[in-house]
């Protein structure tokens, strides 16, 4: 257990770390004479050859993260573990100093998500691993990164939310084919920038709660939420991006643990979407599929039952403490440790570990290639986009600078002066970090306006000893925010939530304000997971309410530059925003997304009541108009026909073309939605309320029109059933645009309800 007690300490508290030892040296090392050195062999010969010159007692030593140096064969020691959630982040392979005393700090991926822009996912990947090649270069990092987190945000609970781009699982599986190109394909297709690792392999979305964590947990999960919700973002990271390396997760699924699952592991990751790569344990999950979950009773067989399931490389040392005793009583053969090592050193190889400098543009980046201009004006850019405006009553923002000389503006709650608080969790040292004060400051500078802080309350407790301060700067303010949100003792790793209200003394707090003050109240919120602001939403007195997450290191200038009309807002939540009884009308053991027996539906795709904010939701300081002119000329598809012609799901029937057009008086970006809805398909179905297929960010000047399209494949029109196959039902199918349906079209389906897949 002291294992496991030393991997489930907070990241964050990792300060110090392991200064990763050069490159091999494939010149004049001992290496230099072997297969492994000779850059014109396959990968995989390269790595059985490495393999084979090493005692089986070595061998061992290279199974898990922390692999040392054998010095007989001019191995150098590996860190695997890196991170590099939203930038290069503390962790065992990452040491910020000396020249390299940061690096970007993005907004969080919930941020991420909001901005509903690939574009950007794909430009912050490229930045991230040109950073971590030029750490790496400097011995400063590893190759390998334990990043992106893909798992669903199912429940709003979920401590670790804020690591993923929201609920959507088509919405997450563009993030991640976006953000796996950016990180591992740079400028020499011939290697990979850096090996990238989705994680976690696979329903995992709880922490801690009503007394079982993570390591306990068990999700049982149906095969039509496997199929429809958990597994697209992996499908979409290993089949199509190709990413290096998957983790297997702490939990259990349907009663096995995922580091032991070989049906998720080798069926379906392996065998279905092809991985090639490895698989590395979250740290400590070898020895919690005995130690936690029972599932073994010897240590032997635990080594044998993650090594037979395909887990490849143990974060943790269960591995090296115990494979030899599993070898010595034959619960595995030395072949299972060939395939496991052939596996991470091919992954090494393909990162250009073994091969000569000269010529590899990635081992050619050094310090300047970090915290670039580029890169820090991509940082602000992708605040603004993530930010999302979720109430705007008399159209209260923007404010106008201008006129507003001689005012004074308050600024009152817990999160206006945020730092490292809005790097939400798995940050590195940023280069700075810009709050919200001194981000209203800018944006104010030379125009003769008083900006005060009052910091009223704490995130969490009951102490209202900042009431009065804050009550007295309320009532002599001009324009009054408020500052509140979540911070990491509420939300983080190893932490779920058990409310999903302000917490503390917050919402006392801006009630009061509210009542005192002569001027209305705008709401700014900072959080991953979702807050239930019904009273902010229905009070005549809060004039705007403005969500910005963990918006990294320039998060206080975004938010200013929103507020005072320098940027028009155009995010959009995605997440579902709950009312605060949610919590009591579910359990977080609970995985059904489909609504049941103590449960009302789960994101919104099956969520049956009424949301405080709608997934998709936010406003802009412009107005859109969409047109689609004639609707689709296909509105009849005959299924059997379409059966015949032997099509598959990414087929194209049809595409539909949207103008949009901004009908307002300032530019502004819009995000386009696309849904599918089922409307008369057979009830025991249970299809999606709606559901997400396409969406487009666009930029639109005042009058400017611009065409989106959206194609229209089969597998948007498929039906996932109970025991996971999928089907194309005969039906009437709803296409809209917008989340308000603003134009919509029909497709009937005819025919007889046949399997697809
Ligand atoms: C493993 O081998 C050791 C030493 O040979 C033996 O004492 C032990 O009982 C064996 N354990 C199992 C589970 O077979
Ligand atoms: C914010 O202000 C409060 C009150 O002055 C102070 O206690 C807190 O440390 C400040 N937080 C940061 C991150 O500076
Ligand atoms: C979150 O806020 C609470 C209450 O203000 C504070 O005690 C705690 O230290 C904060 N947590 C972090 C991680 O900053
Ligand atoms: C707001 O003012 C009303 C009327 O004066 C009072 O009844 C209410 O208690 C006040 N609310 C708070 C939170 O102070
Ligand atoms: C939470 O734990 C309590 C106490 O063990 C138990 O009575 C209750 O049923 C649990 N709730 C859920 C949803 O599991
Ligand atoms: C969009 O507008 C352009 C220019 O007016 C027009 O040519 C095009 O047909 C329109 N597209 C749609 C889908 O209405």
Redesign the pocket.
């Known amino acids: 257990m002291t294992t496991l007690l030393m991997f489930t300490i907070s990241l964050n508290a990792i300060i110090s770390a392991v200064v990763p030892l050069p490159f091999p040296d494939c010149q004049k090392g001992p290496l230099a004479a072997y297969p492994i050195c000779d850059a014109s062999l396959s990968y995989r010969v390269r790595a059985m050859d490495l393999i084979s010159r090493m005692t089986t007692t070595e061998k061992i030593t290279q199974m898990v993260n922390t692999a040392p140096a054998i010095e007989r064969l001019g191995l150098p020691g590996y860190e695997w573990w890196s991170e590099a959630l939203h930038g290069i982040a503390y962790s065992p392979g990452v040491s910020f100093g000396g020249d390299f005393p940061s690096a970007t700090s993005f907004p969080m991926p919930i941020n991420l998500g909001a901005s509903f822009n690939t574009r950007i996912v794909y430009q912050i990947a490229q930045i991230i691993s040109t950073e971590a090649r030029a750490f790496s270069n400097a011995g400063r990092a590893g190759l390998t990164y334990f990043t992106p987190n893909i798992n669903i945000f199912r429940d709003p609970r979920w401590g670790r939310g804020q690591e993923t781009p929201g609920e959507d699982p088509f919405l997450t599986s563009r993030y991640v084919y976006a953000l796996i190109d950016g990180l591992q394909k740079g400028d020499d297709p011939r290697y990979l920038k850096i090996a990238a690792d989705c994680k976690h392999f696979n329903a995992y979305d709880l922490e801690n709660w009503n007394g079982t964590d993570r390591f306990h947990f068990d999700a049982i999960v149906t095969d039509q939420d496997l199929v429809e919700t958990f597994l697209p973002p992996f499908e979409s990271c290993i089949r199509d991006a190709h990413v290096a390396s998957i983790m297997c997760s702490y939990n259990a699924i349907n009663g096995v643990p995922s580091c032991a699952n070989t049906f998720e592991l080798q069926k379906i990751a392996r065998e279905s979407y092809h991985l090639d790569g490895f698989v590395v344990s979250d740290c400590g999950a070898v020895g919690t599929i005995m130690d936690t979950h029972h599932y073994t009773k010897t240590v032997q067989d635990t080594v044998a039952v993650a090594l037979h399931a395909g887990t490849d490389l143990n974060c943790g040392d269960f591995y090296l403490k115990h494979t030899a005793d599993a070898l010595s009583n034959k619960t595995i053969v030395e072949a299972d440790i060939d395939q496991a090592l052939q596996r991470n050193f091919e992954v090494l190889i393909r990162l250009g570990y073994f091969d000569s400098p000269d010529g590899q543009p990635y081992r050619k980046y050094s310090k300047t290639d970090v915290n670039t201009d580029v890169a820090q004006v991509l940082s602000v850019q992708a605040a603004h986009e993530s930010i999302v405006l979720l109430k705007n009553q008399n159209n209260g923002l923007p404010l106008k600078v201008d006129t507003m000389a001689g005012k004074k503006v308050a600024l009152i709650g817990p999160t206006a002066?945020?730092?490292?608080?809005q790097q939400g969790n798995y940050y590195g040292a940023a280069p700075y970090i810009i709050n919200p004060i001194v981000g209203f400051q800018a944006v104010t500078a030379g125009k003769d306006i008083d900006v005060q802080f009052a910091?009223g309350c704490e995130i969490a407790g009951t102490d209202t000893s900042g009431f009065e301060a804050a009550l007295q700067l309320a009532r002599s303010a001009d324009y009054v925010f408020f500052f509140g949100g979540l911070n990491q003792s509420i939300e983080a790793e190893g932490l779920d939530r058990t409310s999903i209200t302000l917490p503390g003394v917050q919402m006392t707090l801006l009630e009061q304000v509210a009542n005192i003050s002569k001027a209305p109240i705008h709401v700014v919120i900072m959080s991953g997971g979702g807050v239930d602001l019904t009273v902010a939403r229905d009070s005549p007195r809060v004039d705007s309410i403005t969500w910005m997450g963990y918006a990294g290191q320039a998060g206080g200038l975004a938010i200013a530059n929103v507020i005072f009309g320098l940027y028009n807002p155009a995010g959009r939540l995605p997440v579902t925003i709950y009312p605060t009884d949610y919590v009591n009308q579910v359990s977080m053991f609970n995985m059904n997304m489909r609504p049941g027996d103590a449960n009302p539906g789960r994101t919104y795709k099956f969520y049956t009541g009424e949301a405080v904010y709608e997934f998709g939701h936010g406003l802009s300081y412009t107005t859109f108009s969409y047109d689609w002119g004639q609707p689709s000329k296909i509105s009849v598809i005959d299924i059997t026909t379409l059966m015949k012609t032997g099509y598959n799901d990414r087929t194209i029937t049809d595409t539909y073309r949207v103008n949009v057009t901004n009908t307002g008086m300032v530019a502004g970006d819009d995000i386009v939605l696309a849904y599918v809805k089922a409307t008369n398909l057979p009830k025991f179905i249970q299809p999606p309320l709606k559901q997400l297929f396409g969406f487009e960010r666009i930029h639109l000047n005042v009058g400017e029109t611009q065409e989106v399209f959206f194609p229209l494949t089969i597998r948007v029109l498929l039906s996932v059933g109970k025991d996971g196959s999928t089907w194309l039902h005969p039906g009437t199918y709803k296409i809209f645009i917008g989340n308000d349906a603003h134009i919509s079209c029909k497709i009937k389906l005819v025919g007889i309800s046949s399997r697809w897949a």
């Open positions: 002066n945020a730092t490292i608080l910091y």
